[in-house]
């Protein structure tokens, strides 16, 4: 057997990402709450205060609308910012700066100037942070027009859509699902770089296809396993990005399969599943239907506290199983 | 026309204030026209909208140039400013071409924003006016972040973030300030203090009588000035601007002024007299720099005319530029939504 590639964790991964950066680019800078000693509320920044001092790892205050603006006019006049949020809730705070002004302004101004910011942001449920620390909010960004949204799922492509990220001329959100940061995965040495408009083929099926972000996508090649033992085969589509969204993989995937099954960790109604169920309603796809489009969301409530609740509020292996169960044996 | 029996009223040349002592004859006569240009523009805006002309809407800043231009006299084009959606005068002080800008209020192809923005968004990044701004306080932690990459590079720019005295009850004036003054950054925060928060006067939104008395919670100067003087203005920025770039971090100037029209286009006026506006009008910023320039012998009335009809017909050749000027292309309404890719 040849060597394996060695493994890093999801947060390494994105560590990894932004010391290549600060390194390569004196114009990155980080910004964000408690990155500094403290190394970031999930550990993701780490020693990178002391490998690159606080002018470059630069702890701000609590002031999310005031440190994400700082970041949007850094970026405006040539520096390359990544502010991270502690947790993508607190981004609310910031949505004036990210979706009124690093949004518009290259627009705006007819596009004489360019925002070359990215915003991390820490999302989703599974760790008892109750429903302000637990949201997942990406359709909300990813229906802006002038932003990115990503979401890579692997250590792999954290690092590699980082890396794009911060090399991209316009605003870039991305999304770190929680429960990943201590997930393990190969992941290459260097400068590498994963596209921020391309969905990834995670597993090859011909009875349905399973549409998932996120931690999601880790959920549903559980699912995917279960399912084989019962002879179903599921292809696992694993977005990546929400915006622009690869609507091209969604559509040649069910063209093979002819069911879809949408699963997204953010609230179920107007959220993610609603586009990428239009987007194959309105292609060629369509015809090739042999069944309803069924989409499996986050519950209609917030994010509750006890782990029973919150276990429920959010799509689990089982509800996949179920779902693609039914869906592939006509029971819809 | 404004009165101009002002010069009565001009200090003699022996009290001459502090800012002559900085500036050149020319550096004033430029500074007029800059006052005069941004009178002119946004007459001509007014008239093109009772005209109906054009299409969305304005604010106007008639009766607030001197601290427009006041403010900018010691920028060059790599000092940044964020402005407001009361910006064409910003704009003009900074150094814009008055055509582009008239195109862009007319939403012209050739405008300064290809007729993406409009009045609320006249920007001139070449010359580091990051763009006027539609939301109250947009532009402060835009402008600290401009400061933090002058910073950064160590040339010694600076930033200036205008905002008016409704922006300071916003959160991000607070927060920008802080950051500003932890970090020391490079930047003046100058609110163009005009009374009124579209009918909300001063007094009905704010705990404190004065703007600049916020800059003790931040740590930093707070200095009062005369808007419609424009040597005070002007001294005012030259000393916050040194400040800033000698390192020793921001200055909050407060300028008191007063906006002769209306918010916008939909404004009655019905939340203050006749009478305040009138007495505001007496204290036009122009007329009273002009008495001032001729009291001091940096410039003649002569001189003063000639620059008045020279800017007149830089605003008629800027109008008729903008009128023969194309729409956009309706195809491109998706266009520059992002940068292009670089394959």
């Known amino acids: 057997m040849s060597e394996a590639m060695r493994e890093l964790t999801y947060a390494e991964a994105i560590r990894e990402a932004l010391a290549i950066a600060l390194e390569a680019d004196e114009r990155v800078i980080l910004m964000g709450e408690d990155i500094g000693v403290y190394g970031g509320a999930f550990q993701v920044t780490g020693d990178l205060v002391e490998?690159?001092?606080?002018?470059?790892?630069?702890?701000?205050?609590?002031?999310?609308?005031?440190?994400?603006?700082?970041?949007?006019?850094?970026?405006?006049?040539?520096?390359?910012?990544?502010?991270?949020?502690?947790?993508?809730?607190?981004?609310?705070?910031?949505?004036?700066?990210?979706?009124?002004?690093?949004?518009?302004?290259?627009?705006?101004?007819?596009?004489?100037?360019?925002?070359?910011?990215?915003?991390?942001?820490?999302?989703?449920?599974?760790?008892?942070?109750?429903?302000?620390?637990?949201?997942?909010?990406?359709?909300?960004?990813?229906?802006?027009?002038?932003?990115?949204?990503?979401?890579?799922?692997?250590?792999?492509?954290?690092?590699?859509?980082?890396?794009?990220?911060?090399?991209?001329?316009?605003?870039?959100?991305?999304?770190?699902?929680?429960?990943?940061?201590?997930?393990?995965?190969?992941?290459?040495?260097?400068?590498?770089?994963?596209?921020?408009?391309?969905?990834?083929?995670?597993?090859?099926?011909?009875?349905?296809?399973?549409?998932?972000?996120?931690?999601?996508?880790?959920?549903?090649?559980?699912?995917?396993?279960?399912?084989?033992?019962?002879?179903?085969?599921?292809?696992?589509?694993?977005?990546?990005?929400?915006?622009?969204?690869?609507?091209?993989?969604?559509?040649?995937?069910?063209?093979k399969t002819t069911r879809l099954l949408a699963v997204y960790e953010g609230v179920k109604t107007l959220g993610l599943g609603a586009e990428i169920s239009a987007l194959v309603a309105e292609s060629e796809a369509f015809d090739y239907l042999d069944a309803p489009i069924l989409r499996l969301g986050g519950a209609e409530a917030p994010i509750p506290y006890s782990p029973v609740l919150e276990k429920a509020a959010v799509p689990q292996v089982d509800d996949i199983v179920a779902a693609a169960r039914g869906l592939a044996q006509g029971r819809v | 026309m404004p009165d101009r029996a002002g010069a009565a009223h001009a200090p003699h040349a022996a009290n001459r204030p502090p800012v002559y002592f900085r500036l050149s004859a020319s550096d004033a006569l430029d500074a007029l026209r800059r006052m005069h240009r941004i009178r002119r523009f946004e007459e001509a805006a007014e008239e093109s909208y009772v005209r109906g002309l054009s299409y969305g809407t304005m604010h106007l800043s008639i009766g607030q140039e001197a601290t427009a231009v006041g403010i900018c006299m010691p920028l060059t084009d790599a000092d940044a400013i964020t402005s407001t959606h009361r910006g064409h005068g910003h704009c003009i002080a900074k150094g814009a071409d008055l055509a582009p800008m008239f195109a862009e209020f007319l939403g012209k192809e050739t405008g300064t924003c290809k007729g993406r923005g409009g009045s609320m968004h006249i920007a001139d990044p070449a010359r580091g006016n990051l763009g006027a701004n539609g939301i109250v306080g947009g532009g402060l932690p835009i402008a600290v972040g401009a400061a933090l990459s002058a910073k950064r590079r160590g040339e010694g720019a600076v930033a200036v973030a205008f905002f008016g005295d409704g922006a300071n009850n916003e959160g991000a004036f607070h927060e920008s300030l802080n950051i500003a003054s932890i970090w020391k950054l490079p930047i003046v925060f100058v609110c163009e203090n005009n009374q009124y928060a579209m009918s909300t006067a001063i007094a009905r939104s704010t705990a404190v009588r004065d703007v600049a008395d916020r800059a003790v919670a931040y740590a930093m100067p707070g200095v009062i000035v005369d808007g419609n003087n424009f040597a005070e203005v002007a001294e005012a920025s030259f000393l916050a601007v040194e400040r800033a770039r000698a390192g020793d971090g921001p200055t909050l100037i407060e300028a008191k002024t007063y906006r002769t029209r209306g918010h916008s286009r939909s404004d009655r006026n019905r939340y203050r007299t006749r009478e305040e506006i009138e007495s505001w009008k007496q204290r036009d910023p122009i007329a009273a720099f002009e008495a001032e320039i001729v009291a001091l012998g940096l410039a003649t009335r002569e001189e003063i005319a000639a620059i008045e009809d020279e800017i007149r017909a830089q605003m008629a050749a800027a109008v008729d530029f903008a009128m023969a000027s194309p729409t956009p292309d309706p195809a491109d309404v998706t266009r520059d939504v992002y940068s292009p890719r670089r394959d």
């Open chain 1, 51 to 255: 490998r690159f001092g606080e002018d470059r790892v630069i702890d701000t205050p609590i002031s999310e609308l005031g440190g994400a603006g700082v970041a949007v006019g850094a970026a405006l006049t040539g520096m390359r910012p990544v502010y991270e949020f502690q947790f993508s809730d607190f981004s609310m705070l910031a949505m004036e700066q990210i979706v009124n002004q690093a949004a518009k302004i290259r627009y705006m101004l007819g596009g004489a100037v360019n925002v070359p910011v990215v915003f991390r942001m820490p999302t989703g449920s599974g760790l008892g942070g109750a429903a302000q620390h637990s949201q997942s909010l990406e359709a909300w960004f990813a229906h802006v027009p002038g932003l990115k949204v990503v979401e890579p799922s692997t250590p792999h492509d954290v690092k590699g859509m980082l890396l794009s990220a911060i090399a991209d001329p316009d605003p870039v959100i991305l999304f770190e699902h929680k429960l990943l940061y201590k997930t393990k995965g190969p992941v290459p040495e260097g400068d590498y770089r994963v596209a921020l408009d391309k969905a990834a083929l995670r597993r090859a099926g011909r009875d349905l296809t399973i549409v998932a972000t996120g931690i999601m996508t880790h959920r549903a090649l559980e699912a995917a396993s279960i399912l084989a033992a019962e002879g179903v085969e599921a292809e696992i589509v694993d977005l990546r990005c929400l915006r622009p969204i690869d609507g091209e993989a969604i559509v040649a995937s069910v063209k």
